[in-house]
């Protein structure tokens, strides 16, 4: 049984949103994807009444520390929301880290495993490919977000797809034109995402909810 924290406000899960929204629109790419996963946040039942999608505005980062206040660990598990939110598609660009180190900055924050991963490509950029594990300390620290609001483990539970999407091949006429990969082999970060599901579910199920729905 997971020990017992405060619950977010609707105010702090809104500006949580707001600042994934922020990170989304970063690259000016706000793909059929992330309009569709917002869409979907919007009309969660979590909410107890609907939150429009115009709600969901990109958020300054003055604005998103007023709004998640000085507890740390709130901070912590946003920053960690916002670089899985970055990593969505397999890359993290220099467009989306500057959002996300405005953010630290702002919540006196810093995340130690990203600086370091982009002092050490910086350094060693040609021999970025040899080294498998170099996102390792990125992952332990994804690894830690905590799970303690029954809105948000909902959420995660939805936007996280309860198996890995199967690689396939694209065949035209009887031509194959190309072949998709399995999402486990496209982001690195996947295993932190099916993890941080699980924690969601176990959280749900120790508060008596009802998880069978996201076990299809």
């Not at 670089?83 to 006196?108: N, P, S, W």
């Not at 995660?156 to 486990?184: N, S, T, W, Y």
């Amino acid at each position: 049984m997971q020990t017992d924290h405060p619950t977010y406000t609707q105010t702090q899960i809104l500006a949580w949103l707001r600042g994934l929204m922020s990170v989304a629109l970063a690259d000016n790419d706000y793909s059929n994807q992330e309009h569709t996963l917002f869409d979907q946040i919007s009309h969660s039942d979590e909410w107890g009444e609907e939150v429009a999608i115009a709600a969901f505005e990109p958020i300054s980062a003055q604005e998103l520390a007023d709004a998640l206040g000085s507890d740390r660990d709130v901070g912590q598990n946003f920053l960690r929301m916002a670089v899985v939110m970055a990593f969505a598609d397999g890359k993290y660009t220099d467009t989306e880290d500057r959002i996300i180190q405005e953010f630290c900055t702002a919540l006196h924050q810093e995340i130690k495993p990203i600086n370091e991963l982009r002092q050490k490509l910086e350094a060693n950029s040609h021999q970025a490919e040899h080294h498998p594990n170099l996102l390792k300390p990125v992952k332990e620290w994804l690894d830690h977000m905590d799970i303690h609001d029954s809105r948000l483990a909902n959420l995660i539970c939805k936007v996280v797809p309860a198996q890995c999407p199967f690689e396939r091949d694209v065949v035209l006429f009887g031509h194959k034109i190309m072949h998709i990969p399995a999402m486990c082999e496209i982001n690195p970060l996947y295993d932190q995402l099916v993890g941080l599901r699980f924690r969601s579910l176990c959280y749900l199920a120790d508060k008596g909810e009802d998880v069978s729905k996201y076990c299809k």
